[in-house]
């Protein structure tokens, strides 16, 4: 596909990577050489093939090492909490989103962060197609950022369209049987092999003690049947109630191509339709699940009626 990549349903409309990688380069070695910010994190290639690696720019000189490609799907925003002090991060809109939504749990604070946005309107994965959070991603523009890169490289967004939803879960769920459901859940949780790489990849997962690790040893580590997998998917899944993005990045490090993905989509409309929240958007709002008001809806998962 080249250096520029042509967003669906929209000729002439394109993503010029090349022009972005000049600005971020620019814009990171400002900000290192000036001392504003401690490390730049953001992609370089890998030296052994594949998709771009995360890099922590120390220097001016390292940033000349940062790349943006259509290869760069991954979500970087996990890597803060490794850092203190001041710190840049290259971010998709996606990575805004996750950031905002650490900011409003109090992971982050907002003034030790310089985020430089990029425009974006999609992304390759590791097997050549747009990356799981693309197809319907809610925004191509950042929701939140300090120094902008449009898609030309200027610093006025120009409105990517995201490429069109193919999810087909609701009229999934609106035609099936609970059998049905229940039987496309457990077809996904066979394929797991409990890696936990989709915890470890999501933004929204940044417990220090997991709650699947606390009965975990070194020499007796957790069984793999459909029992503890089913615990852990579930049990996640009601952990990102009002807090999961949509970023997709658990399905794309996922070596085992679970797609559970819908789940989480699924909880998110179910926060958006009953409390008007949908995480991301507003790092002034608590999430929906850690607030309360007496005027919340009080309504069943399985065919309980508003109240």
């Not at 905002?100 to 946005?117: F, H, K």
Request: net charge negative.
């Amino acid at each position: 596909m080249g250096d520029k990549l042509k967003q669906n349903d929209s000729p002439g409309v394109v993503q010029d990577f090349e022009e972005q990688e000049r600005c971020i380069r620019l814009i990171a070695k400002e900000l290192l050489s000036s001392d504003t910010v401690d490390v730049v994190i953001g992609f370089q290639e890998d030296d052994i093939g594949g998709s771009p690696i995360p890099l922590f720019a120390r220097s001016p000189e390292q940033a000349e090492k940062l790349v943006w490609n259509e290869n760069c799907w991954r979500n970087l925003a996990p890597y803060f909490k490794r850092f203190d002090g001041k710190v840049a991060v290259v971010a998709k809109p996606c990575d805004t989103r996750s950031i905002v939504n650490l900011i409003a749990e109090n992971q982050l604070e907002r003034e030790n962060i310089t985020i430089i946005g990029i425009e974006c309107g999609g992304v390759l994965n590791r097997d050549g197609v747009l990356a799981h959070g693309c197809l319907g991603c809610t925004s191509t523009v950042p929701a939140i950022w300090d120094y902008p890169v449009a898609a030309d490289g200027g610093k006025e967004f120009i409105g990517l369209p995201s490429p069109p939803s193919t999810d087909t879960f609701v009229d999934f769920n609106a035609d099936s049987s609970r059998e049905d459901r229940r039987n496309r859940f457990l077809r996904e949780i066979d394929k797991c092999i409990l890696c936990y790489s989709c915890r470890q990849a999501c933004p929204g997962c940044y417990c220090e003690s997991c709650f699947v690790d606390r009965k975990m040893t070194n020499w007796h580590q957790r069984d793999v049947d459909t029992g503890n997998k089913i615990a852990f998917h579930l049990t996640r899944a009601m952990h990102l109630a009002g807090r999961c993005v949509t970023c997709g990045a658990c399905e794309n490090v996922c070596p085992s191509g679970v797609s559970l993905k819908y789940i989480y989509d699924e909880i998110n409309r179910f926060i958006e339709d009953q409390y008007d929240f949908r995480a991301g958007i507003n790092a002034d709002l608590p999430s929906a699940m850690n607030s309360f008001d007496q005027t919340d809806r009080d309504t069943g998962f399985l065919g309980g009626e508003g109240i």
